[in-house]
């Protein structure tokens, strides 16, 4: 499951200026736990999976950022069928200590059954500044991750 779109806003965006501070979302991705970590789009309905989320922060002022990233998943139904729906893991909190460019973060997001069901769906992870690391204050700091679809299903027959 390939990053299909992601951004990382910080509060140096809005002025067009290049290598202050700058935020990018390098990868999300689903390796199936199942089968050697192997990347995927195709579930099984009875499995747990992981969604692997990495983004970094680059410039001059990473050295002076703090706080924690506050990361969710959610999942919207693209068939009409699915039912996983809404936020399906976290609020994760993931320290931030500063550092010399570049400051890179990873969170792995773990989705176990029952909240696993049958159905397409497209998986979007948020990634919001806390300066004190309370998921209800934030910072105007903010990105996204959407992936390419997942298809979950009851597999009949599976190959080797």
Do not use: C
């Not at 989320?53 to 706080?67: C, I, N």
């Not at 976290?90 to 696993?116: D, Q, R």
């Amino acid at each position: 499951m390939p990053l299909q779109s992601g951004s990382l806003q910080t509060p140096v965006t809005d002025f067009a200026v290049a290598g202050i501070l700058d935020g990018q979302v390098t990868a999300m991705d689903e390796p199936d736990t199942t089968e050697n970590n192997e990347k995927t789009s195709l579930l099984e309905v009875d499995d747990e999976f992981d969604v692997k989320l990495t983004w970094k922060l680059t410039g001059a002022a990473t050295p002076v950022v703090g706080g924690s990233w506050v990361v969710s998943l959610y999942s919207d139904d693209m068939d009409g069928i699915g039912t996983m729906i809404g936020l399906i893991a976290g609020p994760a909190v993931v320290p931030i200590t500063g550092n010399v460019s570049p400051l890179t973060f990873e969170h792995t997001f773990k989705v176990a059954p029952p909240k696993v069901k049958e159905g397409l769906y497209k998986l979007t992870a948020t990634i919001s500044h806390s300066p004190t690391g309370d998921p209800a204050k934030l910072s105007e700091m903010f990105g996204y991750a959407e992936a390419t679809p997942i298809d979950i299903r009851k597999t009949v027959v599976e190959s080797n």
